[in-house]
């Protein structure tokens, strides 16, 4: 699958783009001086640019392109994965909650994969990926952690799909939304089913323990079934899950939190220098009063290599934080194409390169406008095939853009997540988060008026320790979604791992020459639990099966 770099571009400007995929992007395209001062911006999505088909595959970077064009890449072949899998549907419930759709289904998919030499058979474990916000596929080949795992276990792997994504598609009735059953509750519900149903008719697995796996938005929902439906799900591996991103909770998030985790990984802390957050913090503004004419629109458009003028400064920067986000989320100590879905490779530590260029700038405005437009290359040309020139407002393909529509609706629906810069503790500018403003964009784009505490008081937040339990929440150190996340252990069932000078949820990924100790480590201890809660697991229910 080819995903240009205007497809790219497209994903983050939609109209609503939800928090984290995980994807819609940067936020609301407003005036600009609205973006300077108001805060209805959403933040980046938990989405990635999807869905791919194709094995993420990591490599060694041979040569970095001086001028922003994509690194040279000796690939790091993985197994092809998908052979060792058979691929299944499930009938699924429409509608969990409603008369209307309780007696109406879609067809649910998932894999059911052998790993190694594993001889699975009834009573052994299950480790269970929870679909997110895009085609399964993705997690199937990109979550090493299982596959590598699951043969010192004899597990068998199983990956289930989102609805409304990929193959698990929804047909509404007539005059019915066509998103009216995409919620989080109703897919909290649909996993807890088919993991029922795992235990009954599609395995007969009642004896197995079942270890769930998530990443990003996965991973709050690995978590929130836990939470939800213990006697189902026996634990959770929730990697890079910001669960406490929310309004409501005690104590409250910081709003600003993405912000200022982006900003320090543009700093010493993330490895570059103080210089390129405090050069970017200006060239937001001056990208803002250069855009404010017709002029100042040609020369943005000549010093940053653009198809056409933006439509304001605010497009520029939108466009242009966007790629500072993802590069912050691609902190991994080797060449990835994770955050890209496989379409070309970033180099390691993406965003402490683009700061190499802006660092090095001559102390001119124009200059360091072009060195940020070198630093945005990382991730806008990373496959080469941006062409003469960057599309900022292209459409993109119908694929991303159906995705980015969905993920916004579950965004305005339940995940409502907080988001806001002051332009002092981050590179930004003044922009409070606005709940009312961004609840107002909601029923704009959706006809929904989001409840901002909803989370709070379904899942309850911190206050998951007085019941939860055997959840193993795992946060990279330059992850900007961390700050949202779970970073000291709970309770003694329920720790936490910082995984210190990496990105978003590397440690789900396969292992590689150049992980740190840290990760190794992580993986390890992440394998500790697992066995612990395998052996609790199975006592359990051999207690229950013995009553």
Same mark, same amino acid.
């Given at each position: ?89 499930? %009938? ?40 997110? %916000? +895009? ?12 596959? /590598? ?148 629109? /040609? ?76 630093? +945005? ?14 599309? &900022?407002? +292209? ?29 002092? &503790? ?13 609840? %107002? ?26 019941? +939860? ?70 006592? %359990? ?7």
């Amino acid at each position: 699958v080819s995903v240009s770099s205007s497809r790219r571009a497209s994903s983050r400007l939609t109209a609503m783009p939800p928090p984290l995929a995980i994807a819609p992007l940067a936020a609301v395209i407003l005036s600009t001086s609205a973006l300077l001062s108001q805060g209805a911006w959403q933040g980046p999505s938990l989405r990635h640019f999807g869905p791919f088909g194709g094995k993420p595959l990591q490599g060694v970077v041979v040569r970095t392109g001086a001028t922003g064009e994509p690194p040279t890449v000796e690939p790091l072949e993985r197994p092809a994965v998908l052979p060792n899998c058979t691929e299944r549907f499930f %009938e699924q419930r429409l509608d969990h909650f409603g008369r209307a759709g309780g007696r109406r289904t879609f067809s649910q998919r998932y894999f059911v994969c052998h790993a190694g030499n594993v001889l699975w058979k009834k009573g052994d474990p299950i480790f269970f990926y929870l679909g997110n %916000e +895009a085609n399964v596929e993705l997690y199937v080949n990109a979550t090493g952690l299982m596959w /590598e795992s699951a043969p010192q276990f004899g597990a068998l792997l199983v990956f289930a799909e989102h609805r409304y994504f990929g193959k698990s598609l929804v047909q509404t009735a007539a005059g019915e939304h066509p998103l009216a059953f995409l919620s989080t509750d109703q897919a909290i519900a649909d996993f807890t089913s088919f993991v029922a149903a795992l235990r009954g008719e599609l395995l007969g697995a009642a004896a197995s323990p079942i270890i769930g796996f998530g990443g990003s938005y996965g991973g709050m929902l690995c978590a929130w079934v836990r939470i939800t439906a213990p006697w189902q799900l026996d634990a959770c591996i929730s990697a890079s899950a910001p669960i406490l991103s929310f309004m409501g909770l005690d104590p409250p998030v910081v709003p600003n939190f993405f912000a200022k985790g982006v900003t320090s990984d543009a700093s010493v802390v993330g490895g570059a220098a103080d210089l390129c957050h405090e050069r970017l913090h200006a060239v937001w503004r001056a990208i803002d009063l250069q855009g404010a004419t017709a002029e100042g629109a /040609e020369r943005l458009q000549k010093v940053f290599g653009l198809c056409s003028p933006p439509a304001g400064g605010s497009e520029l920067v939108n466009w242009l934080v966007s790629a500072f986000d993802y590069m912050a989320m691609g902190s991994y100590p080797y060449p990835s194409s994770y955050i890209l879905n496989g379409d070309g490779f970033m180099p390691p530590y993406p965003l402490r390169e683009a700061c190499g260029f802006i660092q090095a700038a001559p102390p001119d405005m124009q200059a360091i406008f072009a060195a940020v437009r070198q630093g +945005a290359a990382i991730f806008y040309n990373a496959s080469g095939a941006a062409g003469a020139c960057f599309n &900022t407002s +292209a459409v993109g393909n119908n694929e991303t853009t159906e995705d980015s529509h969905k993920w916004g609706y579950i965004y305005c629906s339940e995940i409502f997540q907080v988001f806001g810069r002051d332009g002092v &503790t981050d590179m930004y500018w003044n922009a409070p988060w606005n709940a009312t403003a961004s609840q %107002e964009s909601c029923w704009q784009s959706y006809g929904i008026w989001p409840d901002p505490e909803w989370v709070a008081l379904r899942f309850g937040g911190r206050g998951i320790q007085r019941t +939860a339990s055997r959840i193993l929440f795992s946060n990279g150190g330059y992850d900007p979604w961390t700050g949202g996340g779970v970073v000291e252990s709970l309770s003694p069932e329920l720790p936490a791992v910082v995984i210190p000078e990496v990105g978003h949820h590397i440690d789900l990924f396969w292992s590689h020459p150049a992980d740190t100790k840290a990760v190794r480590d992580a993986r390890e201890l992440e394998k500790a639990w697992i066995r612990k809660w395998i052996a609790a697991a199975r006592s %359990e229910r051999q207690q229950i099966a013995f009553v």
